[in-house]
């Protein structure tokens, strides 16, 4: 799967997918995607990166809390 790194606008290439999934990950493995060689593999901060879009990835993918909200207001209706 490819992502942009947002500053740059250059593609990355994610070689380690369950770290893109999992919001407790800050950070992935990945690779610029430049020219016919593949480049070293490096570490990305994932709030760094977009979609090739420019869409913001998915809460989920980012955030450990992303749904405390709705999780309080279920067990707590009246707060």
């Known amino acids: 799967m490819f992502v ?3 500053a740059s606008g250059k593609l990355v290439e994610v ?3 369950r770290d893109l999934f999992n919001p407790t990950h800050v950070s992935l493995v990945g690779r610029f995607h430049a020219g ?3 480049q070293d593999p490096e570490t990305f901060e994932k709030a760094s990166l977009i979609f ?3 869409e913001e ?3 989920c ?3 450990i809390h992303y749904r405390d909200e709705e999780v309080h ?3 707590h209706p009246h707060s």
Do not use: F, V
């Open 73 to 75: 207001h279920h067990y």
């Open 15 to 17: 070689l380690s997918m």
């Open 61 to 63: 993918w980012t955030d």
């Open 52 to 54: 090739c879009s420019g």
């Open 36 to 38: 016919e060689e593949a």
């Open 4 to 6: 942009k790194q947002r």
């Open 57 to 59: 990835l998915p809460k």
